[in-house]
């Protein structure tokens, strides 16, 4: 079992910058795939970043690459998601789901456990 714990999000005027984090429990961290996801009002859960076991490997969705950068510290099981030059369709409910292979996948129903949620609202 593995529970997520997002922060960091909240109001910020377009062009700002916020960092996502993710606590996650239990001693087995370092073996999960770890991925960012978002969800708008009205619209279906969207991928944004994905990051594998050790960190070596990462990928975006064409919406956020270039200002977000996802990053991991297994010593601290957490979890970032560095977000710059944000826009107001970045508004969104973001999430941090854990994927029980070595490797990420953009794709929800690929991931095993998933976080509450943390708001990020971008005003224009």
């Known amino acids: 079992q593995v529970q997520l714990v997002e922060s960091g999000g909240g109001l910020v005027q377009a062009g700002g910058s916020l960092r996502l984090s993710c606590a996650a429990s239990?001693?087995?961290?370092?073996?999960?795939?770890m991925g960012w996801f978002r969800q708008a009002p009205g619209k279906e859960r969207e991928f944004v970043a994905t990051?594998?076991?050790?960190?070596?490997?990462?990928n975006y969705a064409d919406s956020v690459k270039g200002r977000f950068t996802i990053s991991r510290d297994n010593a601290k099981n957490t979890v970032y998601l560095q977000m710059s030059s944000l826009k107001p369709e970045d508004t969104a409910i973001y999430y941090c789901?854990?994927?029980?292979?070595?490797?990420?996948?953009?794709?929800?129903?690929?991931?095993?456990?998933w976080g509450q949620g943390t708001q990020v609202t971008v005003s224009s």
């Open positions: 239990g001693r087995t961290f370092s073996s999960y795939a």
């Open positions: 789901a854990a994927r029980g292979i070595l490797y990420g996948s953009t794709q929800p129903s690929d991931y095993n456990y």
């Open positions: 990051i594998n076991w050790i960190g070596s490997r990462t």
